[in-house]
């Protein structure tokens, strides 16, 4: 049995306890929130002590493992002291507060030999599995661009630390679907030109970036283009968002839930799109981390793979900032 300390347990950390102790591999140790309401409600819930500090926590309970779902500031200092403390870790996106401190987390991983894991379960859902498969296979040709739309309305940037960032849309959220436009093209990003900007609402006063769209260069001749909002009221795709990609024997359109395939040859025939069957699928990324502790075999979203998803989102943020296309070094 794997014991877990959860860090950070109320609002979204509460989520992401409860999933990843939902599977047997997984025991909780230990909680860890600063708010005394939500330790009471842990504790009550898994039967285990809780702490206001983490650095208590650490001296007082035996753990294998440290999920970390405490805002971003945190998550450099506390992964890099679970894993000096000899846990792997999975840690909530995006990865670190910075680029820097995303790295130094990488350099603390490979100089401890732990797992450090990056939560994106947009690679987990079956309907992105199962397109990364097909283009794997050719089924659409040589893929020539990706497009990424998101959207949906949210109140998240008018409260809380959320509503502080400079860069919300694309820190908070597009860090998810850059990721994923790395999983689903299979390459890496040259270039970025990227925009964000502030929802005007009559009567809302609103603090953060709520837009972005952001052109990607990718290695390999593929472009990808990325489109988010959390002020939508039209066209709304939620947060697990669609995507279309254009390969040289057709395309492909996937949802969350849904994959449509066309070709040339088909259309020419004057068929229709078809639906695409998607395995069904129980793995998740809380037992891809079980798994990645018991075999020490790296998981899908590792942190050695995850730190090109947040190159890539930290310049698009200097790009949003400058006006100028950002080039990026793998």
């Known amino acids: 049995m794997i014991r877990l300390i959860c860090v950070g347990v109320g609002g979204m950390g ?88 995303a790295r130094r987390m990488c350099r603390v991983a490979r100089e401890s030999g732990r ?43 008018l409260s809380g630390y959320r509503s502080r960032l400079p860069h919300l849309m694309l820190k908070d959220l597009g860090i998810h679907h850059l990721d994923l436009l790395r999983f689903l093209a299979g390459s890496e990003a040259a270039s970025v030109f990227a925009k964000s900007w502030i929802s005007c609402e009559e009567g809302v006063k609103i603090p953060t970036t709520t837009h972005a769209v952001a052109v990607v260069e ?41 994959i449509t395939m066309q070709t040339f040859k088909a259309n020419a025939a004057g068929k229709p799109p078809r639906a695409v069957p998607i395995p069904k699928s129980t793995r998740d990324c809380w037992h891809d981390f079980a798994d990645a502790i018991i075999t020490r075999k790296p998981p899908l979203t590792s942190c050695f793979d995850n730190i090109r998803s947040v190159e890539l989102m930290y310049a698009a943020i200097r790009s949003a900032d400058t006006g100028r296309i950002v080039r990026i070094r793998n």
């Open 218 to 258: 990718m290695r390999g001749g593929i472009t990808a283009t990325y489109r988010g909002t959390m002020r939508a009221l039209l066209d709304i795709t939620g947060y697990t968002c669609r995507v279309k990609l254009n390969g040289s024997r057709g395309a492909l359109m996937a949802t969350g839930d849904a």
């Open 115 to 157: 797992m450090l894991m990056i939560h994106h379960q947009l690679r987990w859902l079956p309907a992105f599995h199962r397109t990364r498969e097909l283009i794997e296979r050719g089924d659409i040709g040589t893929l020539q661009s990706v497009e990424l739309d998101m959207s949906v309305f949210s109140n998240a940037c």
């Open 14 to 101: 509460r989520y992401d306890s409860d999933a990843a102790l939902k599977v047997k591999k997984f025991k909780a140790a230990a909680g860890v929130d600063v708010n005394a309401e939500v330790r009471r409600f842990f504790a009550e819930k898994y039967g285990c002590p809780v702490f206001e500090d983490f650095e208590k926590a650490l001296r007082s309970v035996k753990a294998d493992a440290a999920l970390i779902a405490a805002p971003d500031a945190y998550h450099a200092p506390y992964s890099i002291a679970a894993m000096r403390a000899g846990m792997d870790v999975i840690c909530e996106k995006p990865m670190a507060a910075t680029i820097e401190d």
